[in-house]
Every structure is written in structure tokens, then in C-alpha cells.
């Protein structure tokens, strides 16, 4: 199933599906009812097929969703372990802070540049202070 994340914001983490379910029935020429856990009761379960992908068998690109905590919002928050590295970037008139930031999934991790000054606010315990 495509975009869990489209109900609400969709990061550049966020999990691109979701799945496997099964196939219930037909419904329509392009829709299908998929069989969701109880954990899912809220999201209705019938799909157009542009929503749908084929089942994958390469187990580290299924997300479960057990492995992802999703609030009442159909979200949920992804935190980072660790600033790597930092640099500047420079523009024409002014200078860009960024941070590398390593997030830290169940099964693997990935490593992203962001805004140093909106990951700081966030997770102002990633910054060590010189004391």
C-alpha cells in the first residue's frame, strides 16, 4: 500500500509502503479491499490500484507495521541518534548551516543533511556543548 504518510505530512523518511495485505475482493473495475490488522481499523480499506504495488519478495524493503509506531494523527515521528558532521554551504547573500544526521530505523540506518538550526531546536541534546 502507497503513502500511509499522505493522510498526514510525508517526510523524506517516511516509509514508501506499507504491507504486505491481502486481497479481499474487487471493488469496481479499480479498486480493491485489502485486509488490514486491527491496528488499522481507522484507514478504510479500499484502494484505487495507482495506491497498490505488487508484494516484493526482498524482506528489508516491507516495512511492518508493527516496526512503525503510528499515533491517532496517521503519523508518526522518526527520530535521529546522532549529528555526524557539519558544514556551511554558502549562498550568495548568506550562509546556510547544515548538519548530517544519522536516523536510526529498526532495521537500518540512514544519513541525511538538514537545516542545523530546526534539527538544534528539535533535538537540542544531539549538540554537544564544549564545557
Same mark, same amino acid.
Given at each position: 500500500?502507497?503513502?500511509?504518510?499522505?493522510?498526514?505530512?510525508?517526510?523524506?523518511?517516511?516509509?514508501?509502503?506499507?504491507? #504486505?495485505?491481502? @486481497? /479481499?475482493? *474487487?471493488?469496481?473495475?479499480?479498486?480493491?479491499?485489502? $485486509?488490514?490488522?486491527?491496528?488499522?481499523?481507522?484507514?478504510?480499506?479500499?484502494?484505487?490500484?495507482?495506491?497498490?504495488?505488487?508484494?516484493?519478495?526482498?524482506?528489508?524493503?516491507?516495512?511492518?507495521?508493527?516496526?512503525?509506531?503510528?499515533?491517532?494523527?496517521?503519523?508518526?515521528?522518526?527520530? #535521529?541518534?546522532? @549529528? /555526524?558532521? *557539519?558544514?556551511?554551504?554558502?549562498?550568495?547573500?548568506? $550562509?546556510?548551516?547544515?548538519?548530517?544526521?544519522?536516523?536510526?530505523?529498526?532495521?537500518?540506518?540512514?544519513?541525511?543533511?538538514?537545516?542545523?538550526?530546526?534539527?538544534?531546536?528539535?533535538?537540542?541534546?544531539?549538540?554537544?556543548?564544549?564545557?
Amino acid at each position: 500500500m502507497k503513502g500511509v504518510m499522505r493522510f498526514s505530512k510525508k517526510g523524506k523518511l517516511s516509509p514508501r509502503f506499507i504491507g #504486505p495485505y491481502w @486481497i /479481499l475482493r *474487487r471493488v469496481g473495475r479499480v479498486a480493491y479491499e485489502l $485486509e488490514f490488522p486491527s491496528g488499522l481499523e481507522s484507514i478504510h480499506p479500499i484502494f484505487h490500484v495507482s495506491m497498490l504495488r505488487k508484494c516484493i519478495g526482498d524482506p528489508s524493503r516491507v516495512v511492518q507495521v508493527e516496526d512503525v509506531q503510528i499515533t491517532e494523527a496517521l503519523s508518526y515521528e522518526e527520530t #535521529p541518534f546522532a @549529528i /555526524l558532521d *557539519r558544514q556551511v554551504h554558502k549562498l550568495r547573500t548568506k $550562509e546556510v548551516a547544515l548538519a548530517k544526521v544519522l536516523w536510526r530505523n529498526k532495521n537500518r540506518e540512514e544519513v541525511t543533511w538538514e537545516v542545523e538550526d530546526g534539527i538544534r531546536s528539535k533535538y537540542p541534546h544531539l549538540f554537544h556543548t564544549p564545557g
